[in-house]
């Protein structure tokens, strides 16, 4: 057996399959596992995802949000085992795979137009 065939297995047993699909522009509620001191607990951070990386295990999302007047970003890697758990609160229509731009603006004009979404 090779390497590459013996990394993949071990791969496959730890990628979460329970994650829901998301997509740029969602408003996200991630549940981030935090330790502090001996006890550990699930700390949420909610921003808008303005970029995905797509690499099986490897995937990652970035999220914005604006923290006392500062826009901060962080990165989150979707199959890491502190990575409690991802909401979906929102979903906005956009036409840019990374929204970048967002990082330019202030207020009001980082506002992204809400999806329609309809139960079939």
């Given at each position: 057996m090779k390497i590459q065939q013996i990394v993949q297995k071990i791969e496959l047993d730890q990628i979460?399959?329970?994650?829901?699909?998301?997509?740029?522009?969602?408003?996200?509620?991630?549940?981030?596992?935090?330790?502090?001191?001996?006890?550990?607990?699930v700390q949420p951070y909610e921003g808008?995802?303005?970029?995905?990386?797509?690499?099986?295990?490897n995937s990652t999302i970035t999220v914005r949000r604006i923290f006392q007047g500062v826009g901060v970003e962080r990165v989150f890697t979707l199959h890491s085992p502190s990575l409690k758990n991802i909401e979906i609160t929102r979903r906005a229509k956009v036409r840019k795979a990374k929204l970048y731009y967002?990082?330019?603006?202030?207020?009001?004009?980082t506002r992204l137009k809400q999806k329609n979404i309809t139960n079939n």
């Open positions: 979460k399959s329970e994650l829901p699909v998301i997509s740029i522009g969602d408003t996200v509620k991630v549940g981030v596992l935090i330790q502090e001191g001996n006890k550990q607990r808008t995802v303005i970029a995905q990386h797509r690499a099986g295990m967002l990082r330019n603006r202030v207020g009001k004009a």
